[in-house]
């Protein structure tokens, strides 16, 4: 099993960025695609963006699109997520997941956040308005 830890989470205005890290610990990151997913208070999680495991395609929900940016970086096993123009109802926990895949053709990106099987320890994203 690989290991998640997520930072990077704070308070920002509206308007404002902040940039998630994700580093895997464990095993090779590179056999996993990754996704951000976030979870609201009283609300499901939801998937916000991901990556395959290649790093060659990359998928956002339509509320982040053209606002946030996941990238990974093979050499230091992190992945991360760069957002910018933040709105208060991106307020919300941020989890990194993952799943790993023996294939290295793979470019599936599960929108579902049951397809993941590891997952951090989560990071507070609050935007005041």
């Known amino acids: 099993q690989v290991q998640l830890v997520e930072s990077g989470g704070g308070l920002q205005q509206a308007g404002g960025s902040l940039r998630l890290s994700c580093e895997a610990f464990?095993?090779?990151?590179?056999?996993?695609?990754v996704s951000w997913i976030r979870q609201a208070q009283g609300k499901e999680r939801e998937f916000v963006a991901g990556?395959?495991?290649?790093?060659?395609?990359?998928s956002y929900a339509d509320s982040v699109k053209g606002r946030f940016t996941i990238s990974r970086n093979s050499a230091i096993n992190a992945v991360s997520l760069q957002m910018s123009s933040l709105e208060p109802e991106d307020t919300a926990v941020y989890y990194c997941?993952?799943?790993?895949?023996?294939?290295?053709?793979?470019?599936?990106?599960?929108?579902?956040?049951?397809?993941?099987?590891?997952w951090g320890q989560g990071t507070q994203v609050t935007v005041s308005s």
């Open positions: 997941a993952a799943r790993f895949t023996t294939n290295s053709s793979d470019t599936k990106i599960d929108t579902s956040p049951s397809s993941y099987t590891n």
């Open positions: 464990g095993r090779t990151f590179s056999n996993y695609a």
């Open positions: 990556i395959s495991r290649s790093g060659g395609r990359t």
